[in-house]
């Protein structure tokens, strides 16, 4: 039976091309980057090549790359350097942030290392920015603003100009989680007012256990793991080289393939939000997907009936991969705190849907017919 896979956001496929430009990297070429002979040398050189591919895509500085094990270590790595290193005692951030920040700032202010103000948010889940300048006005530390440019389980994408400048504006460090904006989204960093951003390949069809922090050149800070000079003494360990080959060179196809696919992936999602809607009653939809909202995310509530609360097991049975996020589930299941953030409804059941270049229509009316049976 065919499986529909409707979880891209939590990973994506390998793409067969990137497989195939990491595979030199698991055989013949296997030198340690930082030996000096011949093995070693094409190995740093690979790495070099990809951070210069990485940062011409991204339009920032070579030395403003560094490769990470992923989205959380970058995350983990900013936060606590701006604290640490910046002298920021005062930590901005939200409610609706991945846990790699909520944990990481939640962490901080435990210690006692900074305070922790969660700006308001706007009935449609976006964040209030007028909100965020009174924080940032009214404090008398030094702030790090810590928010995502896309929400992973509803889709609102930030403003990250206007966050950034009012940043700018208070002298606030502005770090951006962009795990689910890079290799989806055009960036330019020369022109882009933050100190730090994140990726993950594997949300644009890359390997998994391979990340980037971009370190704003004008921002010095300490390295969060010690050891070697590996990274330009940033990052301390053996380079994961056929990963970061990887990233590379998925960041290089999803940004060829940027203006079809996220049309098609686009036009994909609102063609799953016409089909519930004829043919559920009730159905709802979180965030605001149909203004700024990432192309790849569908938040879906379902009114809540015996039925439906077993729909994550019920789509599972039926070889259909999809997330869950409700506001308040019984059992392990915590539910989202992002839904509960924005939707206190109890009556519903949340399901995620999120979609990549190999989704069809015809899995969108596969996966529409099921839920109609179960529902």
Do not use: W
Not at 238 to 243: D, I, K, L, M
Not at 341 to 360: A, D, E, H, L, M
């Amino acid at each position: 039976m065919h499986r529909v896979y409707f979880d891209n956001a939590a990973t994506t496929s390998l793409d067969p091309e990137v497989l195939e430009a990491m595979m030199p990297y698991l055989t013949e070429r296997f030198g340690n980057p930082s030996s000096i002979y011949s093995y070693g040398r094409e190995c740093r050189m690979a790495i070099e090549n990809a951070r210069k591919t990485v940062a011409r895509i991204l339009n920032a500085h070579p030395a403003e790359i560094f490769f990470t094990s992923g989205g959380t270590e970058s995350s983990n790595t900013a936060i606590t350097a701006a604290v640490r290193d910046l002298d920021c005692r005062h930590i901005i951030s939200s409610t609706l942030e991945h846990h790699a920040t909520l944990h990481t700032t939640e962490y901080l202010r435990q210690r006692g290392e900074a305070a922790l103000s969660h700006v308001k948010l706007l009935a449609d889940g976006h964040i209030d920015l007028d909100n965020l300048e009174e924080l940032l006005k009214d404090s008398a530390e030094k702030c790090l603003v810590s928010l995502m440019h896309a929400n992973n389980e509803i889709g609102n994408i930030l403003d990250i100009e206007a966050a950034g400048n009012l940043c700018k504006k208070y002298g606030a460090i502005f770090h951006s989680d962009t795990v689910q904006t890079v290799g989806h989204f055009p960036f330019d960093l020369r022109n882009t007012p933050v100190h730090f951003i994140t990726g993950a390949s594997h949300k644009f069809h890359g390997p998994k256990g391979v990340g980037l922090l971009y370190i704003n050149e004008n921002v010095k800070i300490q390295p969060f793991i010690h050891g070697g000079s590996q990274e330009r003494n940033m990052r301390a360990g053996t380079e994961n080289v056929y990963g970061i080959v990887g990233f590379a060179k998925a960041l290089e196809l999803a940004t060829a393939n940027y203006a079809k696919e996220h049309v098609t992936i686009g036009n994909l999602k609102k063609y799953m939000m016409e089909q519930l809607v004829s043919a559920v009653p009730g159905v709802s939809f979180n965030g605001d997907p149909e203004g700024r909202s990432l192309y790849t995310v569908l938040s879906v509530s379902f009114p809540k009936t015996e039925k439906s609360e077993m729909i994550l097991f019920n789509l599972d049975i039926n070889n259909i991969c999809a997330s869950g996020g409700s506001a308040c589930t019984s059992g392990v299941e915590q539910g989202s705190h992002v839904i509960r953030s924005i939707n206190s409804n109890p009556n519903q059941v949340t399901v995620r849907f999120s979609f990549s270049k190999n989704n069809t229509a015809g899995e969108v009316d596969l996966v529409v017919a099921r839920l109609k049976e179960f529902i």
